[in-house]
């Protein structure tokens, strides 16, 4: 540890900073913020917190997750889509409730998978399709329509 200070003197002294912050935010999401979370949460199987609508996303991640999880035939009734830029307090407290930095959001029966980049490599793995199907989120072979992208329109 001495040898650490004294090699890296400004490597240890940031470091502590925002530990210290870090914990003063996680007790900064009221009981209530936590409960809209966990109903938004479990509003449908898969519900995303994203920049923007699904037809007017507001950021390429969201653009790219949404686009994702419409040519994996996510299923519009099984979906749900909550915009952060509507709601400040969300847009904060969603990293707070996943321990997650960043928007998008995905969550699949209430489980937090990930944001873009992992969805992205959960697609071409296949693991998405495999959660998705396990939750029962497709659309049926027979019908025609998923999620709305703008890729759409
Ligand atoms: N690598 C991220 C990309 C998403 C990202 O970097 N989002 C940024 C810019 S949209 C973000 O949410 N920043 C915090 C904020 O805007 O509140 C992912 O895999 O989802
Ligand atoms: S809003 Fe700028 S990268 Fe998402």
């Given at each position: 540890m001495?040898?650490?200070?004294?090699l890296?003197?400004?490597?240890?002294?940031p470091?502590s900073?925002p530990?210290?912050?870090?914990?003063q935010?996680?007790?900064?999401?009221?009981?209530e913020?936590?409960?809209a979370?966990?109903?938004?949460?479990?509003s449908?199987p898969?519900?995303l917190?994203?920049?923007?609508?699904p037809?007017f996303?507001?950021?390429?991640?969201?653009?790219?997750?949404?686009?994702?999880?419409?040519?994996?035939?996510?299923?519009?009734?099984?979906?749900?889509a909550?915009?952060?830029?509507e709601?400040?307090?969300l847009?904060?407290a969603?990293?707070?409730y996943?321990?997650?930095?960043?928007?998008?959001?995905l969550?699949?029966?209430?489980?937090?998978?990930?944001g873009?980049?992992?969805?992205t490599?959960?697609?071409t793995s296949?693991d998405?399709?495999?959660?998705l199907?396990e939750?029962?989120a497709?659309?049926?072979?027979?019908?025609?329509?998923?999620v709305?992208t703008?890729?759409?329109?």
């Open positions: 001495l040898l650490n200070k004294i890296f003197p400004k490597v240890i002294i470091i900073r530990l210290l912050f870090r914990s935010m996680t007790r900064f999401m009221s009981t913020i936590r409960k979370i966990d109903d938004a949460v479990a449908a898969v519900v917190f994203m920049k923007g609508t037809e996303p507001q950021c390429g991640f969201s653009r790219a997750t949404i686009s994702l999880l419409g040519k994996q035939g996510v299923d519009p009734a099984k979906f749900a909550f915009n952060v830029l709601d400040p307090e847009r904060e969603i990293k707070e996943s321990d997650w930095p960043t928007i998008p959001q969550y699949v029966n209430k489980e937090f998978v990930g873009c980049d992992v969805i490599s959960m697609a296949g998405l399709a495999d959660v199907d939750a029962n497709l659309v049926p072979e027979e019908a025609e329509d998923g709305v703008d890729e759409k329109k």
